[in-house]
């Protein structure tokens, strides 16, 4: 998997992006599959209210699980933003 320098990976500009576009579909407020709401994080300081969470949500992203096989899939590049962004925060 390709590494995003997290210096340049800016929330609102790219993280946000990626969980509107992969995840919120499936993980909003109304739906919130697997009882996952990331509809709700909505700032940078409500990532780390539940980091039990996000070590399941960075583990299925970085083993590919998540978002599911017959969904679209972001690339290896979009999926190290995330995970990159998280480590560094």
């Known amino acids: 998997m390709l590494r995003a320098d ?3 990976v800016s929330f ?4 946000r992006p990626l969980l509107e576009e992969y995840c919120f ?3 909003e407020s109304s ?3 697997g009882e996952v ?7 940078e300081g409500k990532f780390w209210s539940d980091p039990k969470l996000w070590e ?5 992203v970085r083993d590919k699980t998540m978002p599911p096989a017959k969904r679209s899939q972001p690339s290896d590049e979009m ?3 995330p ?3 998280l480590h560094h925060t």
């Open 25 to 27: 579909h499936c993980h």
């Open 83 to 85: 995970v990159a962004w």
């Open 31 to 33: 739906k919130a599959k």
């Open 6 to 8: 997290p210096a340049q």
């Open 37 to 43: 709401n990331l509809e709700s994080v909505t700032a």
């Open 56 to 60: 399941r949500v960075l583990a299925q």
């Open 79 to 81: 999926r190290g933003k």
């Open 12 to 15: 609102e500009k790219e993280i």
